[in-house]
């Protein structure tokens, strides 16, 4: 029985969580399952009507689902958006405008819950695992509000298996059911993303797959089944 949600988490930002959720999404939808693809917090977000806003992690995640850009679709997918490409709470700052953790958790679960039984919903996270989203909470307050099994994603840089072993301990230590790994490899990487894959698996002891720069979501990861 496919999982009916997913929580994609980082082990650092900017190391590939949208490219990795959008690619996921594109897989699922091309077997044939009802795909809802979330980024309720968005940073770095053009205007609508902006020719970048297709280059936002919003603009991909519509993409990969099929969809066209508009303003239902955005506030769907991104019901907090923000023009300053900062943590949630300082972007949220600049603007004027605050957040809380209570209130990204109940909208999340509100989608949870009108989701159809044979729909899986992925819900993508902001920056790293423990990047500040409100003026309290940090990402892993979040996905330990949310209780829903984690996807993490790591890069290949050089540090990327110290950083990905720390988010897997970090995640065990707090109750979070993690379902597997995907390296996302990273531009210029000095080490083939495979190796720095068979590293992680070897001392995490979970499914992990690479996602290769232009590649596509691998089959066999079991832990989506």
Same mark, same amino acid.
């Given at each position: 029985?496919?999982?009916?949600?997913?929580?994609?988490?980082?082990?650092?930002?900017?190391? &590939?969580?949208?490219?990795?959720?959008?690619?996921?999404?594109?897989? *699922?939808?091309?077997? &044939?399952? @009802?795909?809802?693809? *979330?980024?309720?917090?968005?940073?770095?977000?053009?205007?609508?009507?902006?020719?970048?806003?297709?280059?936002?992690?919003?603009?991909?995640?519509?993409?990969?689902?099929? +969809?066209?850009?508009?303003?239902?679709?955005?506030?769907?997918?991104?019901?907090?958006?923000?023009?300053?490409?900062?943590?949630?709470?300082?972007?949220?700052?600049?603007? !004027?405008?605050?957040?809380?953790?209570?209130?990204?958790?109940?909208?999340?679960?509100?989608?949870?819950?009108?989701?159809?039984?044979?729909?899986?919903?992925?819900?993508? !996270?902001?920056?790293?695992?423990?990047?500040?989203?409100?003026?309290?909470?940090?990402? +892993?307050?979040?996905?330990?509000?949310?209780?829903?099994?984690? +996807? *993490?994603?790591?890069?290949?840089?050089? &540090?990327?298996?110290?950083?990905?072993?720390?988010?897997?301990?970090?995640?065990?230590?707090?109750?979070?059911?993690?379902?597997?790994?995907?390296?996302?490899?990273?531009?210029?990487?000095?080490?083939?993303?495979?190796?720095?894959?068979? @590293?992680?698996?070897?001392?995490?002891?979970?499914?992990?797959?690479?996602?290769?720069?232009?590649?596509?979501?691998?089959?066999?990861?079991?832990?989506?089944?």
């Amino acid at each position: 029985m496919p999982l009916p949600a997913l929580f994609v988490v980082g082990a650092g930002t900017e190391i &590939g969580k949208t490219y990795t959720t959008a690619a996921l999404v594109r897989r *699922l939808r091309g077997q &044939g399952r @009802q795909v809802r693809a *979330l980024k309720p917090l968005a940073s770095g977000v053009p205007p609508l009507d902006h020719p970048d806003f297709s280059a936002s992690d919003t603009g991909r995640l519509l993409a990969a689902q099929g +969809l066209p850009v508009t303003p239902a679709t955005v506030a769907a997918c991104s019901p907090w958006r923000f023009a300053a490409p900062l943590a949630p709470d300082l972007a949220a700052a600049r603007e !004027g405008r605050s957040l809380t953790l209570s209130e990204l958790v109940g909208w999340c679960d509100a989608r949870l819950a009108e989701a159809a039984d044979d729909e899986t919903v992925v819900i993508e !996270g902001v920056g790293g695992l423990m990047s500040p989203i409100t003026e309290a909470a940090t990402g +892993l307050d979040w996905l330990k509000a949310q209780a829903v099994p984690a +996807l *993490l994603v790591s890069g290949s840089y050089l &540090g990327a298996i110290s950083h990905a072993l720390t988010a897997v301990e970090t995640l065990r230590a707090h109750g979070v059911p993690l379902v597997g790994i995907v390296v996302s490899e990273s531009e210029g990487a000095p080490t083939p993303p495979e190796t720095v894959a068979g @590293q992680i698996a070897r001392h995490a002891g979970l499914p992990v797959v690479c996602l290769p720069r232009g590649g596509a979501f691998p089959d066999g990861f079991t832990g989506l089944d």
